[in-house]
Nanobody
Framework: QVQLVESGGGLVQAGGSLRLSCAAS????????TGWFRQAPGKEREFVGA????????YYADSVKGRFTISRDNSKNTVYLQMNSLKPEDTAVYYC???????????????????WGQGTQVAVSS
């Protein structure tokens, strides 16, 4: 069992930046990919981006491409989501999720992930 804990959410003005962290509770002994999703009130959970388990390739939704960056620090078992040029429409609860082992499928599928964090709120004021 792996627990994921997100942190770094908060309230920021439009155009500002936040960095979210997703920390795993322990070393898993296995590589895993990490996805970021978000859910705004009244909307379905949507894919934000992901970093693959092997090679570190990153993938982003079109809505955040060029503004958000995902990185990983293996020494800290932590994945980061750097969010720049934030917009009010980025307001949502942000979740990270882990997909264990090698995975060649699409990271934008929430059902593919094995573990989820509890979420952290991001609010962007206009």
């Amino acid at each position: 069992q792996v627990q994921l804990v997100e942190s770094g959410g908060g309230l920021v003005q439009a155009g500002g930046s936040l960095r979210l962290s997703c920390a795993a509770s322990r070393r898993t002994g296995r590589a895993y990919g990490t996805g970021w999703f978000r859910q705004a009130p009244g909307k379905e959970r949507e894919f934000v981006g992901a970093i693959a388990s092997i090679g570190g390739n990153t993938y982003y939704a079109d809505s955040v491409k060029g503004r958000f960056t995902i990185s990983r620090d293996n020494s800290k078992n932590t994945v980061y989501l750097q969010m720049n040029s934030l917009k009010p429409e980025d307001t949502a609860v942000y979740y990270c999720a882990a997909k264990m082992g090698f995975y060649s499928g699409s990271y934008d599928n929430p059902g593919a992930f094995d573990y989820w964090g509890q979420g952290t709120q991001v609010a962007v004021s206009s």
